[in-house]
T-cell receptor, first 113, second 114 residues
């Protein structure tokens, strides 16, 4: 059973608007969360992360929110740009087993010009 | 500025053949790992290593072997390929840190088993 889930396989937004990508997890031991972006024929690249001691982390147009009680995190992209079109994976790991990253199935974002 | 390098990028095998996917990193990272990506499944951990001489199994290790004789290299071996191993394989590395340490990925190796 997947411990990290991304229930939306795809998302389409207009350029300039907000993109919100969601991720849920089941393992309460997870305490570090990451988002990766992947373009076709390339490997995933790290985008942004958040520790469980925070509920928000911001980096330019990208903000990650963490709701520990709901075991939910989200990635906000504002404003969205056509170059943001990619597959986004969320990932999680736990301090006691920090060499194991668990990934969601990904959400394909399409930003329309 | 090579980062993580995987070879080959594409490979077609027949059922029962063996092959090795190569992975090398030049960032002096202690931690290296192999993932496979399948539609609707995300990235699943096959094997990982926390340093030279040390390897361990991930979520889906069956059918794969690994070894870590140097810090730089972490090859993945398929001893007898099966169609179920058709996938895109990614090698990744990171510094071995508990609360940080994002993964750096290679470009991937697309394997087809007929």
């Amino acid at each position: 059973d997947q411990q990290v889930k991304q229930n939306s396989p795809s998302l389409s937004v207009q350029e300039g608007r907000i993109s919100i990508l969601n991720c849920d997890y089941t393992n309460s031991m997870f305490d570090y969360f990451l988002w990766y972006k992947k373009y076709p024929a390339e490997g995933p690249t790290f985008l942004i992360s958040i520790s469980s001691i925070k509920d928000k982390n911001e980096d330019g147009r990208f903000t990650v929110f963490l709701n520990k009680s709901a075991k939910h995190l989200s990635l906000h992209i504002v404003p969205s740009q056509p170059g943001d079109s990619a597959v986004y994976f969320c990932a999680a790991k736990a301090t006691h087993n920090f060499n194991k990253f668990y990934f969601g199935s990904g959400t394909k974002l399409n930003v329309k010009p | 500025n090579a980062g993580v390098t995987q070879t080959p990028k594409f490979q077609v095998l027949k059922t029962g053949q063996s092959m090795t996917l190569q992975c090398a990193q030049d960032m002096n990272h202690e931690y290296m790992s192999w993932y496979r990506q399948d539609p609707g499944m995300g990235l699943r951990l096959i094997h990982y290593s926390v340093g030279a001489g040390i390897t361990d199994q991930g979520e889906v290790p069956n059918g794969y072997n690994v070894s870590r004789s140097t810090t730089e290299d972490f090859p993945l071996r398929l001893l007898s390929a099966a169609p179920s191993q058709t996938s895109v394989y990614f090698c990744a590395s990171s510094q071995d840190r508990p609360n940080t340490g994002e993964l750096f990925f290679g470009e991937g190796s697309r394997l087809t088993v007929l």
